[in-house]
């Protein structure tokens, strides 16, 4: 993640955008032991449509205990700081999507798929919060929204090449750019100075091979494995894509394996109708 060189590439490829002032203000707040309520509430109450998505997502399925949230007040006191935080960061990446094009649409779509699916595997799992999981799906691929804002043909050209066969997104943009929608994005996160674990999550999503569990923090480990995992049920169904991908071999993951669960291909099929179900009735909330 630290490769000078790749990120000198990035520097010199990626427009990367100013860090999210509203996320940036509740970060510092929430590690300020002596801030208040009232402080947070403060930093948030004038960005309207962010209040109307973090009462949304609060009021979400997957946060059972918390249903019926009607004030930002309300949000904090019953999320806590930090699940607060997660979800205001996840509430500021909309504005990236802004310009909406087709290859727009299906990457929000994905995002947002991803988000909803990490949390309720993390649930079902007992991984990691809802609203770790959250954050972590909606932004584990906004590296190729910084890709395609910044070089939209060169973008459309490596969709092209997934699309026809010539490999993952992955593979194509190490090849074309000389890094790929991973290393953007979690060198944008540390560069907003954002929470490290996001950024590793992001970073190693399409490398789960590389992580040695005994070098790594559990948790970090689990946060990458739920991300990945979650990733690969909308890829299965086809959640800002153009197509499902029934060739999508949830049981072999090695996610599943780190994360220490065993699934039958009828956990699978239940799980995806699931999560599928889940996506529609939850996606308007993160509009
Ligand atoms: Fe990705
Ligand atoms: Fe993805």
Not at 181 to 206: C, M, R, T
Request: proline share 3%; aromatic share 8%; net charge negative.
């Amino acid at each position: 993640m630290d490769n000078e060189k790749i990120i000198e590439m990035i520097e010199e490829t990626c427009e990367l955008p100013p860090v999210p002032i509203v996320a940036s203000k509740v970060l510092k707040l929430v590690n300020d032991p002596n801030s208040t309520v009232s402080q947070l509430e403060e930093a948030i109450i004038g960005d309207s449509n962010m209040v109307s998505r973090i009462i949304g997502m609060a009021n979400s399925a997957y946060y059972v205990r918390v249903h019926k949230v009607k004030t930002l007040k309300a949000a904090i006191n019953v999320l806590g700081y930090k699940a607060l935080a997660n979800l205001v960061i996840a509430a500021s990446t909309r504005q990236f999507y802004a310009k909406f094009g087709l290859v727009e649409k299906l990457l929000w779509e994905h995002s947002v798929g991803t988000a909803i699916a990490a949390a309720v595997l993390a649930t079902e799992f007992k991984a990691v919060k809802s609203d770790e999981a959250l954050v972590g799906g909606l932004l584990h691929d906004i590296g190729k929204t910084i890709i395609n804002l910044s070089k939209p043909d060169d973008y459309r050209d490596i969709a092209e090449e997934v699309y026809n066969g010539n490999g993952t997104y992955f593979d194509v943009e190490q090849e074309k750019l000389g890094f790929a929608h991973s290393d953007v994005g979690s060198y944008l996160i540390q560069k907003w100075n954002f929470p490290v674990e996001l950024g590793k999550a992001i970073y190693y999503h399409h490398s789960i091979n590389e992580i040695d569990p005994s070098m790594m923090d559990p948790f970090q480990v689990k946060y990458i494995c739920i991300i990945d995992v979650a990733n690969h049920f909308t890829k299965r169904l086809g959640v800002g894509y153009r197509e499902p991908d029934d060739n999508v071999d949830i049981g072999s993951l090695k996610s599943l394996e780190l994360l220490g669960v065993k699934v039958s291909q009828e956990d699978i099929d239940v799980l995806t109708e699931k999560i599928a179900k889940v996506i529609e009735e939850e996606k308007s909330k993160f509009d």
